[in-house]
């Protein structure tokens, strides 16, 4: 099984949307293993957002990230990184499609709601960030059989 990291951004958390979120991975079949409420401190955001140092919204996107209370989760199930990519919808809302988190909750960029890994590889880096080995836990679930062959 795959994991993947997910995290409510400020506007999310402040507009109520934490379960709704979580409610839609949950119905779609996967597997929360690991749940924190953070505010994020400039260091952090700066490690979790390193790939766009060099750009020049780096310094809006800290500001924003660090401006509220987020939510990051860890998400397991099969193909989940690519799934839980295409719940949330396109980076910028006015281009995702209706029915995803951001097509359905998001209107400009810089408030899309919601920040998910784009692979596998970031999955681990992200989730390495926000959570220790010991924070996430395996169990099984009943329901697991009726949802994968």
Known sequence: MERTFLMVKPDGVQ??????????????GYKLV???LLRLTPEQAENHYAEHRDK???????????SGPVVAMVW?????????????GAT???????GTIRGTY????????VHGSD?????????????SPEELISYE???????YE
């Open 56 to 66: 020049p919204f780096f310094p809006g996107l800290i500001a924003y990230i660090t």
């Open 106 to 113: 998001a209107v400009d960029i810089g408030r899309n709601v």
């Open 76 to 88: 397991e199930g099969k193909r989940v990184v690519t799934a839980v990519r295409e719940m949330m």
């Open 141 to 147: 679930r009943a329901l697991d059989t009726w949802i």
């Open 15 to 28: 507009r109520g949307l934490v379960g709704e979120i979580i409610s839609r991975l949950e119905q779609r």
């Open 119 to 131: 692979s596998l590889a970031t999955a681990e880096r992200e989730i390495a960030l926000f959570f």
């Open 92 to 98: 910028d809302p006015q281009k995702a499609l209706p």
């Open 34 to 36: 690991g749940l924190k």
